[in-house]
């Protein structure tokens, strides 16, 4: 790996969001995910290089030493915030520059579920690919989802969920949509859930990232 992706993903890793972060102290002074993210795309380095390369190996190497109980959720805060900080660099390259809308897309975490860097990717490549979103951000019941869907009719609505206690609340929030605007699209994602899980539930597709994401919508509208 490029030496500079290398230094971007031990930024995220550690939780060193830019040059005036304190943390982690060995790091004290030295630039951070910030200034190197913006460092490397000066350097032609492509966007979803450093996305794919640098900042998503890193938060999974942040989940597995969580599992392993050598960090704890102030570390894995830190590291978000780094990812963050690194996102805001990128997010101009991934949103191209369609104008004209093709539809409307409602995405949110859901219900008891505070993780929103992959639903935040999803809605960018989304928005990248000509959709205007309506992001309800995180902890997203069933009845926001509802006023959402009636104010933008015919939207196609998203559902996030990182942990195997809130994915059970996407089975709610599915069955409330399809009861009241039974025609809404709903797409189902995040870590824990699976093709099966979508099936079972009624959602109407599942996807493992962002580019099947925007594959679906694609093939929606076409
Ligand atoms: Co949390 N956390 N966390 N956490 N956290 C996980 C998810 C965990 C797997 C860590 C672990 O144990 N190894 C674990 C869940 C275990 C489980 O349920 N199986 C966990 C836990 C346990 C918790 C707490 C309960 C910890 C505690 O308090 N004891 C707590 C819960 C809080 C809550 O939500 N109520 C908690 C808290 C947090 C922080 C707040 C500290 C922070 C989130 C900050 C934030 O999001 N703003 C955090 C983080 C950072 C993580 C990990 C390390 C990283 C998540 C992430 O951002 N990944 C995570 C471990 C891991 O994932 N390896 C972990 C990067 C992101 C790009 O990937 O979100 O998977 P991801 O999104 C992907 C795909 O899933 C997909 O596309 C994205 C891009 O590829 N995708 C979709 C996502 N949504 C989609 C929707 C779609 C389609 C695709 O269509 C609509």
Redesign the pocket.
Known sequence: MNDILKMISHCVETGKIDRSCPYPPDMKGQDGADELTKQALDEGIRPDDILENA??PA??A???R??RKEI???Q??M???A??SAMKHLKPYFLSGETRRKGKFI?G?VS????????N??AMMIEGGGWEIIDLG??VGADKFLKAIEENPGAVV??????????ENMKIIVDSIKVKHSGTKI???????TREYCERIGADF?????Q??VNYLKQLVS
Not at 112 to 119: A, F, S
Not at 158 to 167: D, P, V
Request: charged fraction near 10%; avoid cysteine; aromatic fraction near 6%.
């Open positions: 900042l998503i938060m999974a942040v989940g597995d969580f599992s704890f959720v102030p894995m805060l590291a978000a915030k990812m963050n995405i975490t008891g579920d505070l993780h929103d860097i992959g639903k990717l999803v995180v902890d998203g559902l996030s969920a990182l942990l195997t206690t809130t994915m797409l189902v994602g995040g870590a824990p859930v599942y996807s493992p990232d962002p099947g994401a």
